[in-house]
């Protein structure tokens, strides 16, 4: 997490990513437990994983989530950027993020210094280029400063999973909108997030990646996972 100043990175920062996890993702592959009648077997891949229950001797497949790439453009805000980075700590520690793509457009020197810090992959652009970098077919792209619940990705993940069955239209997905701060403007910003799908979707926004890319028209579902903005910085809404 970081904590204080991010132009340096300190000894004892734990990054976003750790050595095990970046050859994990290089090699496509992890292995992850699974529970079945009481008893702990291993799984394949990221698009499924063959179950074999020992005790009752029978077989099924249980799909798991896509991971997903968080894309987020600094422009420059270092500090911003390196709240909304400690906020997917959990989800990248849990295996839902697979990689964070920083895109900076300007000569910030601050921002690429707290993405290497934590191991994102940094790219030289705006927000579309770190699309065309990202890897996975779902993206959540981020304003820096937004700071998402500690376990958005658990509600989001079993959303994607019931998209996946169903494979009608792209779905985006929008976070309720949270504002970190006391008073009725706190409280005022909250209420124009509630009534305006725009500004959350500059917020945080998660959607198939080619559907982004092409500017498609999407359906709409709103997550019950808050996404929290002030306390730290402006941030647009």
């Given amino acids: 997490m970081l904590i204080g100043t ?19 993702i290089a ?25 074999i229950c020992e005790e009752e001797n029978e077989t099924e497949t249980t799909p798991l989530p896509a991971m997903i790439s968080v894309v987020i453009a ?16 959990p989800a990248a520690a849990d295996g839902f993020v697979r990689e964070v793509v920083v895109a900076e457009s300007g000569s910030s020197q601050g921002t690429r ?7 994102c992959v ?6 579309r280029t770190g699309l065309e970098a990202a890897r996975s077919d779902w993206v959540l792209v981020m304003a820096p400063g937004v700071r998402l619940e500690s376990d958005w990705f658990r509600e989001a993940g079993v959303m994607m999973q019931r998209l996946q069955r169903v494979g009608d239209r792209p779905v985006a997905m929008l976070f309720r909108g949270a504002v970190d701060d006391y008073g009725w403007r706190a409280r005022a910003r909250e209420i124009l997030l509630k009534l305006s799908r725009s500004r959350r979707r500059r ?31 402006p941030v647009g809404l």
Avoid: W
């Fill in 6 to 24: 991010p132009m340096a990175a300190s000894a004892n920062q734990i990054p976003l990513f750790s050595l095990e996890q970046k050859e994990n």
């Fill in 122 to 127: 940094i790219v030289e652009g705006d927000e």
């Fill in 27 to 51: 090699a496509s592959e992890t292995k992850l437990p699974i529970i079945c009648a009481g008893s702990a077997v291993s799984g394949s891949d990221f698009e499924g994983r063959r179950v």
């Fill in 74 to 89: 600094a422009n420059g805000q270092e500090l911003l950027l390196a709240e909304t980075l400690a906020a997917l700590v």
């Fill in 203 to 233: 917020q945080a926004v998660l959607a198939p990646r080619q559907a982004l890319l092409a500017g498609a028209r999407l359906a709409i579902h709103a997550l019950r996972a808050r996404a929290f903005t002030g306390g730290v910085g």
């Fill in 113 to 119: 210094l707290v993405a290497d810090a934590v191991g």
